[in-house]
């Protein structure tokens, strides 16, 4: 039996350069796949492999006085999801372009970020505020295109680094002064988005606390999400129940599909919604930035 797991963790490291070699052996030595992301910042990763492989990497883990407690987020393997390992060391967890605005706190992780609401204390919040609250993307456009929580603020970003930028503009003024709940995949990005959003005038700022995958598992579709979860390994998509919405559309014939495809342009690769029918017929399709 194969599973996969998602963590991170905010802890100040003193040379991620060491880590990088001792999670590359340990992962190697397991036979484990995927990613793992080490900043000063801390570790943010996406493993897959053998049950056993993969307990015993949990193990190996929670042995480190750095990185012991770690919450894991599991999930069923179908194939081969992760076609090989990447681990490296960059200035940042998730690319913002901001690391001098991120302080870590060892035993609470980011300083000065947005309140934490589990998936039910989502639910009692809006129950309590109301259509007040907004909920807000914290992904790229390519992940929101194929499921997102219902009204939800969508920003229009291709890469992490664009964030900044887009928080600034004038359209979203009005927001500085409304609830609003950000959400994420796994939790990670949140937890850096709220700060910057903060730091840039938002007063009122929350985080799904375990992000999408979390809340997913605990109602699948049956609560404010919409749709299916984009995830970063072979699967591309994960649906939450046998009822999850199909809400993108081709961008060529506009026919309801989630089925992705790549910009032709090599240099950029971009992923979009393509159907299977419009990708057959002509195999050479460029994203919008591409094709402008």
Request: charged share 25%.
């Amino acid at each position: 039996m194969k599973k996969s797991i998602l963590f991170y963790k905010f802890v100040n490291l003193a040379d991620p350069d060491m880590t990088v070699l001792w999670q590359h052996e340990l992962c190697l030595r397991l036979g484990l796949l995927g990613r793992v992301i080490v900043s000063p910042h801390g570790i943010n990763g996406t493993l897959g492999g053998d049950i056993d492989a993969v307990r015993y990497y949990k193990k190996a883990m929670n042995a480190s006085n750095i990185f012991r407690g770690i919450h894991y987020k599991w999930s069923e393997m179908e194939g081969d999801e992760f076609p090989r390992l990447s681990v490296k060391a960059k200035p940042e967890l998730v690319s913002f372009g901001a690391p001098e605005e991120i302080k870590v706190d060892d035993e609470t992780g980011v300083i000065g970020g947005g309140g934490r609401l589990r998936p039910r204390e989502l639910h009692d919040f809006l129950h309590k505020h109301g259509d007040d609250v907004v909920f807000f993307d914290g992904r790229n456009l390519y992940e929101s295109s194929v499921g997102k929580f219902k009204n939800a603020v969508v920003p229009q970003v291709n890469t992490s680094r664009e964030f900044l930028t887009e928080i600034e503009k004038p359209e979203y003024a009005d927001l500085k002064d409304r609830p609003i709940v950000t959400y994420c995949t796994g939790g990670i990005r949140c937890e850096i988005l709220t700060v910057l959003m903060k730091n840039r005038g938002f007063q009122d700022v929350y985080q799904l606390d375990g992000g999408i995958v979390t809340y997913g598992k605990e109602f699948g579709d049956k609560g404010f999400w919409e749709g299916k979860c984009y995830v970063f390994d072979g699967r591309i998509q994960q649906a939450f129940s046998d009822k999850s919405a199909t809400i993108s559309s081709c961008r060529e014939c506009g026919a309801t599909t989630d089925h992705f495809s790549h910009c032709s342009n090599e240099p950029c690769g971009a992923q979009m919604i393509i159907c299977e029918e419009c990708e057959s017929k002509n195999p050479s399709h460029l994203c919008i930035a591409c094709s402008s």
